[in-house]
């Protein structure tokens, strides 16, 4: 890598006080380990790779995938959290109300109402529109969805 380059990759990608040499640790972690990632562009085409510091390794192309993979993981993960949330609140609720001498909390109600609402925003941005195909390196065709 032209020292040029490296120089533009870590500005591009890398943190302040990058160490030397061709790999130029970014600021995204790596999608299997969340490990620091570093960055080099290998070969005379420059093609970025991408490795931690236990050795998993990506192409660009890979690495897009992994970390679209990576949040549609996070967003399930979140909807599942909310619908047990709901549940928790519900349950809760249901027994405080199922006590005669306890007070109102309209808390419950509000809290309820806020995570049912985050679900639905939640759920929308699911199913609506997904990341981009990541095309195969040298591929013209045109892109299926
Ligand atoms: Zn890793």
Same mark, same amino acid.
């Given at each position: 890598?032209?020292?040029?380059? *490296?120089?533009?990759?870590?500005?591009?990608?890398?943190?302040?006080?990058? =160490?030397?040499?061709?790999?130029?640790?970014?600021?995204?972690?790596?999608?299997?380990?969340?490990?620091?990632?570093?960055?080099a562009a290998l070969g005379k085409r420059g093609w970025l790779?991408?490795?931690?510091?236990?050795g998993h390794a990506f192409a660009g192309d890979t690495l897009?995938?992994?970390?679209?993979? @990576?949040?549609? /993981?996070?967003?399930?993960?979140?909807?599942?959290?909310?619908? =047990?949330?709901?549940?928790?609140? @519900?349950?809760?609720?249901?027994?405080?109300?199922?006590?005669?001498?306890?007070?109102?909390?309209?808390?419950?109600?509000?809290?309820?109402?806020?995570?049912? /609402? *985050?679900?639905? @925003?939640?759920?929308?941005?699911?199913?609506?529109?997904?990341?981009?195909?990541?095309r195969a390196r040298g591929s013209n065709d045109e892109e299926?969805?």
């Open positions: 890598m032209e020292p040029d380059e *490296h120089e533009a990759l870590r500005r591009a990608l890398g943190r302040t006080g990058a =160490e030397g040499g061709p790999w130029v640790p970014v600021d995204f972690g790596c999608p299997d380990c969340r490990g620091v990632l570093y960055v790779s991408f490795r931690c510091r236990i897009l995938a992994a970390k679209e993979n @990576q949040l549609e /993981k996070a967003l399930w993960d979140s909807l599942e959290v909310l619908d =047990e949330l709901v549940q928790l609140y @519900q349950v809760l609720d249901g027994r405080r109300r199922a006590n005669p001498t306890a007070p109102a909390d309209p808390e419950y109600d509000r809290r309820i109402a806020r995570a049912l /609402k *985050h679900r639905r @925003q939640l759920r929308r941005l699911i199913d609506g529109e997904g990341p981009a195909p990541v299926v969805s």
